[in-house]
């Protein structure tokens, strides 16, 4: 004996039983059936629609809710849920509209107002989004979900003063919402309150300890504070809940290379490049640790990889000179410093990586030339003022050789290297009126300080230092422990030193151009 079919009421409950279960695709069979039985029946295609929509098939969704429409012409909430699938489809214009109807067919439901006006900001129209979202609380002054997408559309303006009082809002209306200290901890650092976003991405993940979004901007936060341990911890969370993410792979990977493991930041890059071949950042970021590990030859390799990739980007090419310079090619590096300066003529980077090349090839004029360009485009570029330096020193301009270090010392007064050099032009210039033993001993001291005493240049030019001043028996101690220092094959020079130190002489550079 068959049984009786199931009339519309009871596959309506039956419908409703499974959309309480998450069972989608059951409850759209369910509601179907009893269409069949009632198709002019409004509520049932609202029903099925909603159900489509959590299914993700916002086509049929939008279909179905049309339907309740047809039959229904005043159905708010179908209007309501229409534009809410127009959403999904990025259709703002015609969601806009379907909102405006159900605010029309009933004025007191914050609900389209709401929707309304996170159309209004999808599309940039703020004004008119914050509008809506002031009537919304009038009409409802508690209203969680207006209070978090207000925050949004503050956010979204970078008022983010205001948004961080609408999220704060939003939480207080409902304390568990991870989302709202998400986004609040995002304000936060907009406004470089780093601890208190730190702190509300932590309270995220004490309520959903699997919220991938929380993990991943707090290591964001980490890497950018240089807290590269506590970001390779969270990258590896974001990891474990989705191992398929190469962004995190990459972010990991740039924390493990901070932290001088080229091995695991290299590994991180190569899964990063597995699951997005065509995203050239990791294999750019790939070719920095090969260059940190000394592998010149990988790292002009990915640097090749990325220029083809992003042809464009002087980065590539500024990079990929640095390794050609490394293996003893200047005149390759200087032809990728060319291209970089032709992607982009106002780098004062690659006019300050191509006068390193120039300088290697003891191309004087060129070093003063492009570390005068790089000085024009980047002001206080202090290197540069070093660089340019020591090419006025070389073709003997000792003055202006000592006013560009004066004014690199005047940018970071307590670089250790800057300090040397002009201690060093101090002591040992050939031209008497800059000379101030001092001056030098000073400067010196205080290179030597930042090191420890343990750097043997540094010594060095201490001891030329005193020997300026007439201190010889100072000059003798700090030179006898630089040759202590220096590998066998080096001493000549600095015993050469000593031996006019012991003479009473002050030691006179003179090098040549």
């Not at 809710?65 to 127009?86: C, E, G, V, W």
């Not at 568990?176 to 976003?197: F, K, N, T």
Request: glycine share 4%; aromatic share 10%; hydrophobic share 35%.
């Amino acid at each position: 004996m068959e049984m009786p079919s199931p009339d519309a009421v009871t596959l309506t409950k039956r419908g409703h039983s499974y959309v309480r279960r998450s069972e989608f695709a059951k409850a759209i069979e369910a509601f179907t059936g009893a269409i069949d039985i009632e198709p002019t029946d409004a509520e049932l295609y609202y029903l099925r629609g909603n159900a489509h929509a959590a299914c993700g098939q916002s086509n049929d969704a939008t279909a179905d809710f049309t339907r309740a429409i047809d039959l229904k012409p005043d159905y708010a909430a179908a209007f309501h849920n229409r534009a809410s699938s127009h959403i999904e489809r990025n259709d703002f214009d015609a969601a806009i509209l379907d909102y405006t109807r159900a605010i029309e067919l009933d004025d007191q439901d914050t609900d389209p107002l709401n929707g309304r006006a996170a159309a209004h900001s999808r599309k940039g129209n703020y004004e008119l989004a914050l509008a809506d979202y002031a009537q919304a609380l009038e009409l409802e002054p508690k209203s969680f979900r207006v209070h978090f997408n207000r925050g949004n559309a503050h956010s979204g303006q970078s008022e983010h003063e205001k948004a961080i009082e609408d999220y704060t809002n939003a939480i207080q209306l409902k304390p568990q919402h991870g989302r709202s200290y998400i986004y609040r901890a995002l304000s936060y650092e907009r406004l470089d309150r780093s601890d208190d976003a730190l702190t509300d991405l932590s309270t995220a993940l004490r309520l959903n300890s699997q919220s991938t979004e929380a993990y991943w901007h707090r290591a964001r936060m980490h890497v950018e504070a240089g807290n590269h341990a506590s970001a390779v911890a969270d990258f590896t969370w974001v990891i474990r809940f989705d191992s398929n993410d190469g962004r995190a792979f990459n972010m990991r990977g740039v924390a493990y290379a901070e932290m001088n493991q080229s091995a695991k930041a290299i590994a991180d890059f190569t899964q990063a490049i597995r699951l997005d071949p065509s995203d050239s950042g990791p294999v750019f970021n790939r070719g920095l640790s090969h260059g940190r590990a000394k592998k010149w030859e990988e790292a002009i390799e990915d640097f090749t990889k990325s220029i083809e990739m992003n042809p464009d980007d002087a980065a590539g090419y500024i990079q990929r000179g640095y390794a050609h310079m490394e293996m003893l090619d200047p005149e390759r590096a200087i032809l990728d410093y060319n291209t970089a300066l032709e992607r982009n003529p106002k780098s004062a980077r690659a006019y300050f990586s191509r006068a390193l090349a120039h300088r290697r090839m003891t191309n004087w004029p060129a070093v003063l030339e492009d570390t005068t360009q790089a000085i024009t485009l980047r002001e206080n570029f202090d290197a540069a003022y070093n660089l340019r330096a020591s090419a006025h020193y070389a073709v003997a301009d000792y003055a202006a050789a000592l006013a560009d270090h004066l004014k690199s010392n005047e940018i970071d007064p307590d670089d250790e290297s800057t300090l040397n050099y002009l201690a060093w032009i101090h002591a040992t210039c050939p031209n008497d009126e800059l000379r101030d033993g001092t001056k030098a001993i000073n400067e010196a001291n205080r290179a030597c300080e930042a090191t420890d005493y343990g750097f043997s240049g540094f010594l060095d030019t201490l001891a030329a230092a005193y020997a300026e001043a007439g201190r010889f028996e100072d000059a003798i101690k700090w030179q006898l422990r630089v040759i202590e220092m220096v590998p066998p094959d080096e001493r000549p020079e600095y015993e050469e030193r000593l031996a006019q130190y012991r003479e009473s002489k002050p030691y006179r550079d003179h090098p040549k151009a």
